[in-house]
């Protein structure tokens, strides 16, 4: 089966719907701008409501004494055994993405190889459109982090402070 320009933008299109609803879902649940209340962790995909309090998945661990560690079908369950260990905020993440996946790829129920390489290059290619999402908020907050370290130290703080480069003085 191939699919013509026209059947693939319909298939993308579909999947950007289920995505939006998914997401639409968890906003009405959880609140838009929800934010974990231990951490700046803002992924609707993280967060949840726990006992009426809006949590990320690693704070929620954290608090019931576990492991923030949980193990990734990386290709999807059907389709390989090798699991990725990662924080559970971004196994969340990767796992809302195969929700997209075709179905035939995530099934896979006679472990065809030309599903399970589709499910492996689509595994990379969430992986990463996570990084790049998550790159963005991270140099959000470390231009945020900057202008606050400027109000506070002066706008030579970074040069006051003795940044050596020299692992001697690490030690």
Not at 18 to 46: H, N, Q, S, V
Not at 81 to 109: C, G, R
Request: charged share 35%; with cysteine.
């Amino acid at each position: 089966m191939s699919f013509s320009s026209n059947q693939f933008m319909r298939f993308q299109k579909a999947n950007m719907l289920r995505r939006r609803i998914r997401l639409k879902r968890k906003e009405y649940r959880i609140g838009k701008d929800a934010k974990c209340e231990y951490c700046p962790e803002t992924d609707l995909r993280a967060l949840d409501k726990f006992d009426g309090a809006v949590l990320c998945r690693n704070c929620r661990l954290t608090q019931a004494g576990k492991s923030v560690i949980e193990r990734h079908h990386f290709s999807g369950r059907n389709n390989d055994e090798f699991l990725l260990a990662i924080p559970a905020n971004e196994h969340a993440v990767l796992s809302d993405y195969q929700q997209d996946w075709p179905e035939e790829t995530m099934k896979n129920p006679h472990r065809k190889i030309l599903p399970e390489i589709a499910a492996w290059l689509r595994a990379i290619g969430d992986f990463e459109k996570h990084v790049i999402e998550r790159s963005g908020t991270q140099a959000e907050r470390l231009e945020r982090l900057s202008k606050k370290l400027e109000k506070r130290f002066g706008s030579n703080w970074d040069k006051d402070i003795e940044i050596e480069d020299n692992e001697e003085n690490d030690k």
